[in-house]
């Protein structure tokens, strides 16, 4: 895929998963998903939540009244649980409003407003222009997680390569070996999901990396 913007990358991220979500039986969405512990119910009720939270950071921006991403993170595990529970068509339409929702705010802002300050759910203080990065971030690496047969391979190549800088950022200097094979399949590996054909330059065993995001 060529070039995009974060913008870009939350629309074209929302689409994998409505186009993963339309494909679901009840029985598939019960499914486990990639991730250890959820099902797919479990990765679209984050994500549907997800959506509202950086919503709140939206209106933040947008009226300059200080609204954080979460209550609490325990009110953010409690929606995710919450949301687990629902029925596939309920869950999918939560998803579907809550990014359409997101994307109309988003589009509503204007250039002075992108620039105000926001606090992340982590304690970040970003500009608002953070959020489409951190909003295509979940609703691309999460369409693969759905298990639905896309892989790192299936997403913007800017996005990996932005993705991978964030990674390495965070993971610290020196976490991470000097790693060889396919760029999609590094990131992958960097994230901490199932990844062939990674392996580190000098030929010692790759370390076992936890899942990130």
Request: hydrophobic share 45%.
């Amino acid at each position: 895929m060529g070039h995009t913007t974060p913008l870009g990358w939350v629309e074209t991220g929302t689409a994998l998963c409505a186009a993963a979500l339309a494909g679901l039986s009840e029985g598939d969405y019960a499914a486990p998903s990639a991730l250890p512990g959820w099902t797919r119910k479990h990765v679209v009720a984050h994500l549907a939540a997800n959506a509202e939270a950086i919503g709140n950071l939206v209106h933040w921006a947008r009226t300059g009244e200080r609204t954080p991403m979460y209550a609490s993170p325990r009110q953010r595990a409690e929606d995710i649980e919450k949301g687990s529970r629902l029925d596939g068509a309920e869950l999918t339409r939560w998803f579907t409003a809550s990014a359409a929702r997101l994307a109309a705010g988003m589009a509503a802002l204007s250039d002075e407003e992108w620039r105000t300050e926001v606090v992340t759910a982590q304690g970040r203080t970003v500009p608002a222009s953070e959020t489409p990065y951190m909003r295509g971030r979940e609703v691309l690496v999460h369409a693969v997680d759905l298990a639905v047969g896309l892989t790192f391979a299936d997403l913007p190549d800017d996005f990996l390569r932005r993705l991978e800088a964030d990674i390495r950022a965070r993971r610290g200097t020196g976490a991470v070996p000097e790693l060889v094979g396919p760029h999609a399949d590094v990131v992958a590996y960097l994230a901490g999901r199932p990844a062939t054909g990674v392996a580190t330059a000098d030929g010692s065993p790759l370390p076992v990396l936890p899942a990130w995001l």
